[in-house]
């Protein structure tokens, strides 16, 4: 049990398109997730928490008008990258709580060009 | 969050027990103890949690010491698979609480 997964896995876009990744647990409900993001060589940074039915609370420095989440049921939430750009390529990674515990999705690595 | 300090990499035979090290002299009376690894390009993987008790999953045992100042994660036969970093975080258990990480361990487990 305890299955997260993201949608999609990998992802190239041009500058300026948008880009929606989905994270989905599928065995639980999840009244909370997080998403993170992971530059090369570099640790896990969590860019918001997303609360189901409610808005988003962005960590100090993430844009929140770029990064759009929505956590319309109990097992998806959607990152939109907005207008993205190059320095926007990372490894985006969810998370869903279960009680005590968080589970992770694969990640998506993103490609900007 | 109270902070956590690893070493930054450790090495050890397969077959043979890993013992990863963290402390986390600030830790408060409610805040647990998650060890989390993340394999290459993988989302992090939960291995196991604890509070001032010793645990033990089919993954890994947790040594928490009676202070809760620091703790040890044991691997007890380690395979190649589990090269990995390693991450020791101190949490408020709750489901709008954080996970915040640190720099981890890198293990490295030679055949």
């Known amino acids: 049990g305890a299955v997260v997964s993201q949608h999609p896995s990998w992802v190239i876009c041009k500058s300026g398109t948008s880009v929606k990744i989905e994270c989905r647990s599928l065995d639980f409900q999840a009244t909370t997730m997080f998403w993170y993001r992971q530059f090369p060589k570099q640790s896990l940074m969590l860019m918001a928490t997303?609360?189901?039915?409610?808005?988003?609370?962005?960590e100090q420095g993430v844009e929140k008008d770029k990064f759009l989440i929505n956590h319309a049921s109990l097992t998806l939430s959607t990152l939109t990258v907005t207008s993205a750009h190059p320095e926007d390529s990372s490894f985006y990674i969810c998370?869903?709580?279960?009680?005590?515990?968080?589970?992770f999705g694969p990640g998506t690595r993103l490609t900007v060009l | 969050d109270a902070k956590t300090t690893q070493p930054p990499s450790m090495d050890c035979a397969e077959g043979r027990a890993a013992n990863l090290p963290c402390n986390h002299s600030?830790?408060?009376?409610?805040?647990?103890v998650y060890w989390y690894r993340q394999i290459h390009s993988q989302g992090p993987q939960y291995i196991i949690h604890g509070l001032k008790n010793n645990e033990t999953n089919e993954m890994a045992s947790l040594i928490i010491t009676e202070d809760r100042k620091s703790s040890t994660l044991i691997l007890p036969h380690a395979t190649l698979r589990d090269t990995a970093v390693y991450y020791c975080i101190v949490r408020v258990v709750g489901a709008n609480s954080k996970l915040t990480f640190g720099k981890g361990i890198t293990l490295s487990v030679r055949p």
């Open positions: 600030t830790i408060s009376g409610n805040e647990y």
């Open positions: 997303s609360n189901e039915g409610s808005k988003a609370t962005y």
């Open positions: 998370s869903a709580s279960m009680g005590e515990k968080q589970f």
